[in-house]
């Protein structure tokens, strides 16, 4: 039978936030489903063939790494320009009523893009001798009101024609993320636990080199589109001793 031992059982159930520092702060990340630090280790072996079989005789550590890995469903810019390597930027539409684009000799199949977004009203017109015909849409054309885009019917009477647009539009904000321009994102990041069993923990990676790992799915049906991050733990000279990759605290009683 044991003795008594004065042992806490140290269990943890539950889950945690994110956050991230971009060089500013630390601020709230979004929503993620899991995240892990994966340690490796790497060592040289010796084994001695002076017997009958080998056998080992020394081991030394040459490296030890350490990579951390979280999924997230928040595809924000800022989670978006970080996963493409790339950076984001907004602009203020504003509101305009009566706007006229004009494209010539266009092309059946064709997707033309207007100079606003969020339009409304929409009315497409072709020259016919010295006449101006109203085209029908759903018939001659369609619109995308959302992003400002015509498509033209293939085979239909706009074809080759030139044509005049008009349209108002909506006060908008529009986000571009751009791609691959902004790659090496040192970052640091802090998973703060929450347990329903357990004591909770603040983990702090001071420096990470982080980037989508995999593949992003344009198309999600079935369930939320996730991104997976991954990047290598790097030293923070800055910190001191024992404290420059990953730091955890825990807070008790």
């Not at 800022?78 to 390597?85: N, P, R, S, T």
């Amino acid at each position: 039978m044991a003795v008594n031992r004065d042992l806490k059982k140290n269990y943890f159930l539950g889950g945690g936030e994110l956050f991230i520092n971009r060089g500013t702060g630390f601020e709230y990340f979004g929503a993620t489903d899991k995240m892990s630090i994966n340690y490796k280790v790497d060592k040289y072996e010796h084994k001695n063939s002076e017997g009958e079989m080998l056998t080992l005789d020394m081991e030394v550590t040459k490296e030890v790494s350490a990579e951390v890995s979280f999924d997230t469903v928040t595809l924000s810019p800022e989670v978006l320009a970080l996963a493409f390597g790339g950076d984001f930027s907004t602009v203020t539409q504003a509101s305009a009523t009566a706007t006229e684009n004009d494209f010539t000799a266009i092309a059946g199949g064709v997707v033309y893009e207007l100079t606003a977004s969020k339009v409304k009203n929409v009315g497409v017109t072709y020259k016919d001798g010295d006449n101006d015909v109203d085209a029908v849409e759903n018939t001659d054309y369609s619109v995308d009101y959302e992003f400002g885009r015509v498509e033209i019917a293939k085979s239909g009477v706009l074809d080759t024609k030139d044509i005049k647009v008009t349209f108002d539009n909506d006060a908008a904000s529009i986000t571009q993320i751009t791609s691959l321009n902004n790659v090496s994102r040192e970052v640091a990041l802090r998973f703060r636990s929450h347990g329903q069993i357990g004591n909770n923990k603040e983990t702090t990676i001071h420096k990470v080199n982080l980037m989508i790992n995999g593949s992003y799915d344009l198309k999600s049906i079935d369930k939320n589109a996730t991104l997976n991050f991954s990047g290598k733990v790097l030293k923070d000279a800055t910190k001191p001793d024992g404290k420059q990759f990953v730091e955890t605290v825990m807070v008790g009683a």
